[in-house]
C-alpha cells in the first residue's frame, strides 16, 4: 500500500465518524445503541488502518531497498550518469562522471553540464538540450577540468513528470578513447590487409600468367605460335581414340613442306625466312575450321588435323584452299615472293592404329608428292609404306655394302 491508499482510507474514516455523530443528534432516543454502533464502526476502522500502517511500512522498506540499489548502481556503475534539470544544470552525478570530468561529486551539482563539452561540439549538445522528444545518441569531444579533451558516447534520455511535463535528463556518459584507438587500429591494419591482399592477388596473376605463359611455351612453336608437336600428337590421339568408339567419325592428317624455302631464306636471310613462315602460318589457319589444328613441328614442316570429316573430298577441297592461298604473292621488305607447299594426306580409313602411324603415312605421301614437283599433294595408301620399306631396306644394304668393302680395303693395307 503507498501513501495515497493510506490517505485515503484516513478519509474514508473520517467521514463514516461524522455519519456517526450526525445521527446520534438527530435521534437522541438511541443514543446508547448509537455510541455502541460507533465504537464497533471504530474499532473495525482502527484495526484497518493499523493493518494498513503495518503495510505501507513494509512497502516503505522495499522501496528503500531498492532507492539504495539503485543508489549503489548509480555511484558504483563503470560509466558517467548525470541527472540535469530541463536547461542542463547537473543535479546528480556519480564517482564515474566526477572522475571522467576531473571535478569531486559535490562541485559537480549545480554547474552547466555543457561546460565540459568541447567548443566545436556544444552545438550538438545544444540540439540535445533542445530535443525533449527522444532518446539521443551522439559521439562528441568531452572536456574535462583537467587534461585533453577525449572522444565520449553520450546518451541523453528525458525525465517527465505525471502531467508530461520535462523535468530533465538523465545522462550516460562513456570515455571511447580506447575504442577510437582500436578502431583506428583496425581501419589502419584493414587498409594494410588491403594493400597486402593486392599484392598478393598481384603476385596470383603475376604466377598465373607465367604459368600461362610457361604451358603455352610448353605446347607452342616460339616463332609462330601455333601448336607444337607435342599438342598435335595429344589432339591426334584424342581422334584416334573416338574413331575406335565411333566407326563414322573421319579425320586426316596433312603434312605440309614447304617448296622452296631454303633457297628464299639463303638468298633474303633468316629474318625474312622467319616472316615468310608467320605469314604461311596465318594463311593455314585462314582455311582451317575451329575445330581442326594447324602446327608446326620445325624448318618449314607444319601438320594439320582435320577432324570430322565427310569424306576425302571435303579433305582435297581444304587441300586446294590450302594451296591457293599460300600462293598468294607475299611483299615482305620491299621483296616479292610466293610460296607453294607439298602436302601428304593420311586418311583414318587406312586403319593406323596409334597417332604415330598417322604422322608416319602422311610424311611418305608428303615425299612422293614433293618428287612430282611443287604445288603437289598426295594422298597415302599401303603401296607407299610398301614402297618406302623396300626403299629402305635398299638403302640400309647398300650403307653395309659399302661399309664391308672399306673395311676390307683397310685390311688388305
Avoid at 318 to 324: G, Y
Amino acid at each position: 500500500m503507498d501513501v495515497d491508499e493510506f490517505s485515503q482510507q484516513i478519509a474514508e474514516l473520517r467521514s463514516r465518524v461524522r455519519g456517526i455523530w450526525e445521527r446520534t443528534v438527530t435521534q437522541p432516543n438511541s443514543q446508547q445503541e448509537l455510541m455502541i454502533a460507533a465504537f464497533d464502526e471504530l474499532q473495525t476502522a482502527v484495526e484497518e488502518l493499523l493493518a494498513a500502517s503495518e503495510e505501507l511500512e513494509v512497502t516503505r522498506a522495499a522501496a528503500e531497498i531498492e532507492r539504495q540499489r539503485y543508489q549503489e548502481l548509480f555511484d558504483f556503475a563503470p560509466d558517467g550518469y548525470l541527472v540535469t534539470n530541463s536547461v542542463g544544470k547537473i543535479l546528480e552525478a556519480n564517482y564515474a562522471a566526477a572522475t571522467m570530468l576531473s571535478v569531486r561529486q559535490k562541485y559537480l551539482v549545480g554547474k552547466p553540464l555543457i561546460l565540459f563539452i568541447a567548443q566545436q561540439d556544444r552545438q550538438i549538445f545544444s540540439s540535445l538540450i533542445n530535443n525533449s522528444q527522444h532518446i539521443e545518441d551522439c559521439v562528441i569531444d568531452i572536456k574535462p577540468r583537467l587534461g585533453r579533451p577525449f572522444p565520449g558516447s553520450i546518451r541523453a534520455s528525458p525525465v517527465y513528470d505525471s502531467q508530461e511535463k520535462l523535468l530533465g535528463r538523465r545522462w550516460l556518459l562513456r570515455n571511447i578513447s580506447e575504442t577510437k584507438k582500436a578502431e583506428e587500429q583496425v581501419a589502419k591494419r584493414t587498409v594494410e590487409l588491403a594493400k597486402a591482399n593486392q599484392q598478393l592477388g598481384n603476385e596470383i596473376t603475376k604466377h598465373k600468367r607465367a604459368k600461362s605463359q610457361l604451358m603455352h611455351l610448353a605446347f607452342h612453336d616460339v616463332l609462330t605460335g601455333l601448336p607444337n608437336r607435342a599438342l598435335f600428337m595429344n589432339r591426334l590421339e584424342n581422334a584416334v581414340n573416338y574413331s575406335k568408339r565411333h566407326s563414322n567419325y573421319l579425320f586426316a592428317v596433312l603434312f605440309l613442306d614447304l617448296d622452296r624455302f631454303k633457297v628464299i631464306n639463303d638468298s633474303l636471310g633468316h629474318t625474312f625466312g622467319d616472316q615468310l613462315l608467320l605469314t604461311v602460318a596465318q594463311r593455314l589457319q585462314e582455311c582451317l575450321r575451329s575445330i581442326d589444328i594447324a602446327a608446326r613441328l620445325g624448318g618449314d614442316e607444319f601438320i594439320i588435323l582435320l577432324v570430322g570429316i565427310r569424306d576425302v573430298l571435303e579433305v582435297v577441297t581444304v587441300v586446294e584452299r590450302i594451296q591457293k592461298n599460300l600462293a598468294r604473292t607475299v611483299v615482305l621488305d620491299g621483296h616479292e615472293v610466293s610460296t607453294t607447299a607439298s602436302i601428304g594426306i593420311a586418311l583414318s580409313i587406312t586403319g593406323s592404329k596409334q597417332p604415330e602411324d598417322y604422322l608416319r603415312d602422311a610424311d611418305i605421301a608428303m615425299y612422293r608428292a614433293k618428287a612430282q614437283g611443287r604445288a603437289c599433294y598426295e594422298i597415302f595408301n599401303s603401296d607407299m609404306h610398301i614402297q618406302a620399306m623396300a626403299h629402305l631396306e635398299l638403302v640400309n644394304e647398300l650403307r653395309r655394302a659399302i661399309g664391308f668393302k672399306s673395311f676390307g680395303f683397310i685390311i688388305n693395307r
